[in-house]
């Protein structure tokens, strides 16, 4: 991150302690601007969630494991950057994160403590295959065989992540993503894990925000490998479609029992004017980052996404492909954090792209952020933002399940990830309790429309919240906690925060007011 994005997010989330309405989002509680995104209390008192919801947490290798070097393991695109000064802020690493390698016996008890019935994990691709080709490194297996059945055992269902950003370096030195052959050897990867793990998992998806890898990764610079090139995120993008529908096939040919889903971001868009630009460029948000690779699995086919003709060209588009990525969804997964306001840049110039942080957050980005989809995304501040500078936005996941309810026929819905970044920290005078009251009032408030989603007929059948631990936060290093936990990092002694507590009652009663 450079420095113009660092004071992009300070300044974001200094606005939002400042914006933060009376409603208990504020760090002091005596601000009294109006929230026009605030959730009603008596429709967080009536939410209600189906018998047999499907309450979880969500996790990944990288964030959380450490022993980045043991058993085995292949060095990753993550290992890397964190290595290389100047990348990650703090100049921290994931070497160790929350040494979940080793501690995962405890955490996954904390998980049953807290009545979880789901818990997405993903696997370290280096750890299977250190360098991304060929036979399996078996220690690395019997890892994740050995966690799966710690997971049976506590009566959750482990639910798998085959990729979470964490590439082989030696298959970026081949090329990384733009690469089209990655897309069969990440489909041999799929079919070793179905072998070994298929016989308890059968909740699979092949890639954690598959538009983050291709741009974040190849364009903005922004994460592992740093990349800054347009077409490199459009060659990264067509492998990473043609991967999805592959590692699918290869999934349900080693294990009958294998469903395949996805974890997509997903973020609505709301156009900034009512003008016609503006609505078209809202449609491009949405078709680029929202369902471009969940069209190409259910159609074979790529949404427009673009100012004038698809550039097939540019992606590496052969004929046929459409076939390869063809791969229709068991169920649609997608995460939901916050939302996003587009505008048409298309008739401006082009200058160079739009400025990202380590996560997502587009600054100004004359005559749009790419070449191609020639629009300008932009997170709003008229709610409250959290302390990791995200808009609290409740509505918006009511008006994202909707509409893929609408969009894609009725599909069954997990929402794969969702939460908030706030730093709460154990309190001394209240014996070492963490009450972190806002991120409490974040899941009341999204919960309670996501509960009237599904009341408005979504088929929606299970909430993973991001996440069970504190832990490394990607470019942002340690200075985000997302956790229920909270990650002591000096010693690994892990706290429930009270909103683990709370999460823990809803997961038994299915309601908010808990
Ligand atoms: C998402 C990532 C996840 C986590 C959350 C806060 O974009 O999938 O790994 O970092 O953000």
């Known amino acids: 991150m450079n420095r113009r994005e660092f004071t992009a997010r300070s300044l974001a989330a200094a606005a939002g302690a400042a914006l933060s309405p009376g409603r208990g989002y504020a760090a002091t509680q005596n601000s009294t601007a109006p929230d026009p995104g605030a959730v009603p209390d008596p429709m967080i008192a009536q939410a209600r969630f189906p018998e047999g919801f499907l309450w979880g947490v969500a996790t990944a290798s990288y964030q959380n494991e450490g022993a980045w070097n043991e058993d085995g393991k292949g060095e990753s695109i993550w290992d890397r950057f964190t290595h290389t000064p100047g990348k990650v802020r703090g100049g921290v690493t994931g070497d160790v994160a929350c040494d979940q390698y080793h501690l995962y016996p405890q955490d996954i008890a904390l998980a049953k403590q807290l009545n979880l019935k789901s818990y997405r994990f993903s696997i370290w691709w280096p750890r299977i295959q250190p360098t991304g080709v060929g036979s399996p490194n078996m220690k690395g297996v019997d890892h994740y065989s050995r966690f799966v059945d710690a997971l049976l055992e506590a009566g959750i269902r482990p639910w798998c992540t085959m990729y979470h950003w964490d590439l082989p370096q030696a298959l970026e030195d081949r090329g990384g993503w733009p690469n089209r052959e990655l897309a069969n050897y990440f489909a041999d990867y799929a079919g070793i894990l179905a072998r070994h793990l298929g016989d308890r998992i059968t909740v699979w998806a092949p890639f954690n925000m598959p538009w983050a890898i291709a741009f974040m990764g190849y364009a903005a610079g922004a994460l592992p490998p740093s990349g800054t ?286």
């Open 229 to 514: 090139s347009f077409s490199d995120f459009l060659k990264a993008a067509h492998t990473l479609a043609l991967a999805q529908g592959e590692a699918h096939r290869a999934v349900k040919a080693a294990s009958p029992k294998a469903t395949v889903g996805s974890a997509y971001e997903m973020a609505p868009a709301y156009p900034k004017t009512d003008s016609d630009d503006d609505r078209a460029a809202a449609a491009r948000y949405h078709a680029m980052n929202n369902v471009f690779f969940l069209e190409a699995a259910m159609h074979g086919r790529y949404p427009n996404a673009f100012i004038g003709e698809p550039p097939l060209d540019v992606m590496g588009f052969r004929a046929g492909d459409e076939k390869l990525l063809y791969a229709p969804l068991d169920w649609v997964g997608f995460h939901y954090y916050t939302r996003r306001v587009v505008s048409d840049a298309s008739k401006e110039k082009f200058q160079s792209g739009g400025n990202f942080s380590g996560t997502e957050i587009e600054g100004n980005s004359p005559g749009g952020r790419d070449p191609y989809t020639r629009f300008r995304a932009a997170m709003p501040t008229e709610g409250p933002l959290t302390e990791a500078g995200l808009e609290v936005w409740p509505r918006g996941i009511y008006d994202l399940v909707s509409k893929i309810t609408r969009d894609y026929n009725h599909p069954i819905i997990e929402i794969t990830e969702s939460g908030c970044g706030y730093l709460d920290s154990p309190d001394e005078e209240k014996h070492g309790r963490i009450p972190d009251s806002r991120r409490i009032l974040w899941y009341r408030e999204t919960l309670a429309e996501l509960a009237r989603a599904i009341a408005d007929g979504a088929k929606v059948r299970a909430y993973h919240a991001w996440t069970l631990l504190d832990n490394f936060q990607w470019a942002e290093g340690y200075t985000e906690r997302y956790g229920l936990i909270y990650t002591d990092f000096r010693n690994q002694k892990r706290t429930i925060k009270d909103s683990g507590y709370w999460y823990g009652r809803v997961a038994v009663s299915n309601r908010l007011d808990v």
